[in-house]
Structures are given as C-alpha cells and as structure tokens.
Antibody
Framework: EVQLVESGGGLVQPGGSLRLSCAASGFTFSDHYMDWVRQAPGKGLEWVGRIRKKANSYTTEYAASVKGRFSISRDDSKNSLYLQMNSLKTEDTAVYYC???????????WGQGTLVTVSS | DIQMTQSPSSLSASVGDRVTITCRASQGITNYLAWFQQKPGKAPKSLIYAASSLQSGVPSKFSGSGSGTDFTLTISSLQPEDFATYYCQQYNSYPLTFGGGTKVEIK
C-alpha cells in the first residue's frame, strides 16, 4: 500500500524558515517524481513544486510564488522527500501535501498533509 | 501559465442525480487533465487521469471526457459519499495548475 506521511509543520514567524519531510513507503520511491501541493485555509489547491528522479538529474520545478524561497530535495536511500521553506510570508500559511507523480504523469497518491502557520 | 476554470463553483444535488462539472483550460492541453475529490479536513483523492482514465479502485459511476481545452467530470448517480469538492488539474506544462474547485452539496 502506498503511504506518504508528512511531518515538520508548525508555527513560524514571518521571515523564518521551516523544513518539511515526507516519508514514503509501499512503492519504489526512487522511480517516481514527487510533488508538493499546498492549500491555504478555506482555499483551493496550489501546486508548489516537483523534483524529478535520479535518471533526470533530480531537477526541480517551482511555482512562481515560491521560487527562490523554497527548495525541494530528496534522499532515495531514506525514501524521503523534503521541502525547505525560507523567508516565509503570512500567505504561505497552508496545509502542505506531499504527492506522488504516477507513471503517466498525473498525481496519483497524496499524503495526509501537515499544517504550516506563518504568524507573529 | 495555463488557467483552469471550473464551473459551476458550487451546486446542490439530490441523491441519485446525475452531476456534470466542467473544466476549461486557457490553452490546449491535449488530454493531460486529472480530476480529484476532496472531503472536508481530508487529503485530496485522485479520481481520473488522462482526461478519461479511472484511477485504480475508483467506481465506474465517475467518468471523464474531453480534450484540448474543454473537459467534463460526470457522476452518474450521486451517492451520500460523493458530496465533496472536486478539482481539475492540468499537467501538460509547468507550472501545474488547478481549477478553483466545485463544491457538490446536498439539496
């Protein structure tokens, strides 16, 4: 069974940093691109970014709203995905979901999410 | 960026009704379109990919159609567990973008 479990959320002040983790199990993690998607309270879904697999040089893509502030990485030996968030703004407050990209390009599995609150 | 526009933003329907949700892309995305269901306080669930292919385990009452810029999600006979918010997403090009969502409520 595919499982994605996020952790690391919490309360952080504007301008601060936070690192989210996503532990994957039930599939060959290294074979898949991985995404982060967020959802502000009461709002819709917003794609944050993607990291490709080793065969694609672990290259990344980001939404304009986070580019230059957020960084996605992965450790295939630990079946783990990370989201390093710097220079956080109040508008980054959201539930952050880790998601797996399926073999045909779509997101096929989601984690349960972790809440990040940016507030003074 | 490709804009995804869903309509309606909300609808009220009764158990047993046939429901159709529309998603329009601001430019052609061939069939790189997915649909997700989200219930309150829960993570999204993947329903459909490639515009019309059902994810494993998704019941056949859900169906998708369309290509290019215009897509639909249809629920053939609405059941209590189907009341949720539905999102479309294009994965033709970066940045990936979602529609604003359609909330399906009980009439």
């Amino acid at each position: 069974e595919v499982q994605l479990v996020e952790s690391g959320g919490g309360l952080v002040q504007p301008g601060g940093s936070l690192r989210l983790s996503c532990a994957a199990s039930g599939f060959t993690f290294s074979d898949h691109y991985m995404d982060w998607v967020r959802q502000a309270p009461g709002k819709g879904l917003e794609w944050v970014g993607r990291i490709r697999k080793k065969a694609n040089s672990y290259t990344t893509e980001y939404a304009a709203s986070v580019k230059g502030r957020f960084s996605i990485s992965r450790d295939d030996s630990k079946n783990s995905l990370y989201l390093q968030m710097n220079s956080l703004k109040t508008e980054d407050t959201a539930v952050y979901y880790c998601a797996r990209r399926g073999s045909t390009g779509e997101i096929d599995y989601w984690g349960q999410g972790t809440l990040v609150t940016v507030s003074s | 960026d490709i804009q995804m526009t869903q309509s309606p933003s909300s609808l009220s329907a009764s158990v047993g009704d046939r429901v159709t949700i529309t998603c329009r892309a601001s430019q052609g995305i061939t069939n790189y379109l997915a649909w997700f269901q989200q219930k309150p306080g829960k993570a999204p669930k993947s329903l459909i990919y490639a515009a019309s292919s059902l994810q494993s385990g998704v019941p056949s009452k859900f169906s998708g159609s369309g290509s290019g810029t215009d897509f639909t999600l249809t629920i053939s006979s609405l059941q209590p567990e189907d009341f949720a918010t539905y999102y479309c997403q294009q994965y033709n090009s970066y940045p990936l973008t979602f529609g604003g969502g359609t909330k399906v409520e009980i009439k």
